[in-house]
């Protein structure tokens, strides 16, 4: 298995805008198809902030991950959050290959690039895979209602 930019296989824009829309629109019901894809292409010219790489092997794509200014859905209880960035966003793993590890290659790959771009700390909000980013380190900074689910808001600060 790879991590790569986006960039590098931009073809890989259109299936994982699928996936993630897929994944995520109940939680974020304003968000749309065209909007995750149009997220992705513009991450598919950028190497640096925001960005999006990807986990490839034999030419399959496995899973992504992003590095992005703002992430947080909009809502009273979040707007004391919103003033937050940068944020890892859209880590996802193809199902037949969750478990392996592919997850956290993708985070580690985001927090080393995060690092060499000089950020100090990153944020990321997550329904339900608290325990995947305690695991990779990531501290736990607070819990918010949304949409009926409880978002946890989370960071990971790195040495200057
Ligand atoms: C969450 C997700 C990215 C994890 O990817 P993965 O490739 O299965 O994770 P890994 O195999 O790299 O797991 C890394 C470690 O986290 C642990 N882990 C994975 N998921 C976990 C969970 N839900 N709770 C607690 N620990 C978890 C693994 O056991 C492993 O521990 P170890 O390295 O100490 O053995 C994947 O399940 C996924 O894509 N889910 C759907 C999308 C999603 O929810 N993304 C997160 C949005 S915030």
């Given at each position: ?23 995520w ?6 968000w ?19 960005t ?9 794509l ?9 992430d947080?859905p ?18 996802y ?5 969750r478990?392996?590890g ?9 927090e ?13 909000f ?35």
């Open positions: 298995m790879q991590i790569k930019f986006l960039a590098h296989y931009p073809h890989f824009a259109t299936p994982l805008a699928h996936y993630h829309y897929a994944e629109h109940d939680l974020l019901p304003l749309s198809y065209e909007e995750a894809l149009t997220e992705l292409e513009n991450h598919a010219h950028s190497l640096d902030l925001p999006t790489i990807v986990a490839v092997e034999h030419k399959q496995l899973g992504s991950a992003s590095l992005i200014i703002e947080l909009e809502s009273e209880l979040l707007s004391k959050y919103a003033s937050l960035s940068p944020w890892l966003a859209n880590v793993v193809i199902p037949s290959r478990g392996q592919v997850g956290r290659a993708l985070v580690e790959a985001i080393h690039h995060a690092q060499k771009l000089k950020i100090l700390q990153l944020y990321l997550t329904e339900d895979q608290a325990g995947f980013y305690d695991r990779l380190g990531w501290s736990r900074l607070a819990q918010v209602p949304h949409q009926q689910q409880i978002l946890t808001i989370m960071s990971k600060t790195f040495a200057p």
